[in-house]
């Protein structure tokens, strides 16, 4: 054993082996920086080989296919990754399985809200956006005036087609309002929490989560 791996190292062509661990890099941790590696000293090894009649031809040629091998399915992959619309994630679910969620499900009963717009809001114009936000928190005043205590008070606010265009879900959790927006490109989204505090007896609104300016000063008080 310690011959035969002297006998590897130590022969006149040692680009040979080196292109050959390399090829081997490149389909396991480094695709890119080792199918180049494996190309470069690969081409390099099969010359001097050729050139100067020395072992390691063979060598050479199974690194210099290793790594072409290898850089054209790293290629192939990270298009592939590229071309992915917003909403798939690389494992194949939709972006809405695989978002970061940050609390809890719960099974509220679906229901259609009015659209109706608080007066809250000191915005000249209210953000498309924002617009199934505040009808929620309308619908959620509403039920506490008419005496529903907020921790009785569960939602599962069914979109639009257009509202879904900035939304994946809205629903309301025990009086609190969770909001979660469509993935980034990576599949990834963080849910904005709403919660709702009794103060007396209007109902005040508290964003916990990164919103637009915009929208928090049309859907959060203070």
Same mark, same amino acid.
Request: aromatic share 6%.
């Given at each position: 054993? /310690? ?5 590897? !190292?130590?022969?006149?062509? $040692? ?12 389909? =396991?941790? $480094? ?13 390099? #090894? ?7 009649? +020395? ?5 050479? $040629? ?6 072409? *091998? ?23 679910? *939709? ?5 970061? =969620?940050?609390? #809890?499900?719960?099974?509220? &009963? ?5 659209? @109706? ?12 956006? #924002? ?9 959620? %005043?509403?039920?506490? /005036? &008419?005496?529903?205590?907020? @921790? ?5 606010? +069914?979109? *639009? %087609? %257009?509202? /879904? ?7 309301? &959790?025990?009086?609190? $309002? ?10 990834? #989204? +963080? ?9 007396? /007896?209007?109902?005040? !609104? ?10 928090? &000063? ?5």
């Amino acid at each position: 054993m /310690k011959s035969l791996f002297a006998k590897f !190292w130590n022969q006149d062509n $040692l680009f040979a082996p080196i292109s050959m661990i390399c090829g081997l890099a490149a389909w =396991t941790i $480094l695709p890119f920086i080792g199918a180049m590696a494996a190309i470069f000293t690969g081409h390099i #090894a099969y010359a001097k080989a050729k050139r100067l009649r +020395v072992s390691g031809k063979g060598a050479a $040629l199974t690194g210099l296919i290793m790594g072409y *091998s290898g850089l054209a399915l790293a290629t192939v992959l990270l298009g592939v990754w590229l071309a992915l619309p917003p909403e798939i994630s690389l494992l194949g679910r *939709s972006a809405q399985d695989t978002a970061v =969620t940050q609390t #809890a499900t719960a099974p509220p &009963q679906a229901t259609h809200l009015p659209a @109706n717009k608080p007066q809250r809001t000191l915005l000249n114009e209210i953000p498309p956006a #924002a617009e199934p936000i505040l009808a929620v928190q309308a619908w959620v %005043e509403e039920q506490v /005036k &008419q005496g529903t205590p907020l @921790n009785q008070i569960d939602l599962n606010y +069914v979109l *639009s %087609e %257009e509202q /879904k265009r900035y939304w994946q879900r809205i629903e309301v &959790q025990q009086g609190t $309002l969770i909001a979660t927006p469509l993935p980034d490109k990576h599949g990834l #989204a +963080v849910q904005v929490m709403i919660l709702s505090v009794l103060n007396g /007896k209007k109902v005040e !609104w508290a964003c916990v989560g990164q919103l637009p300016t915009v929208i928090q &000063q049309a859907i959060c008080d203070g």
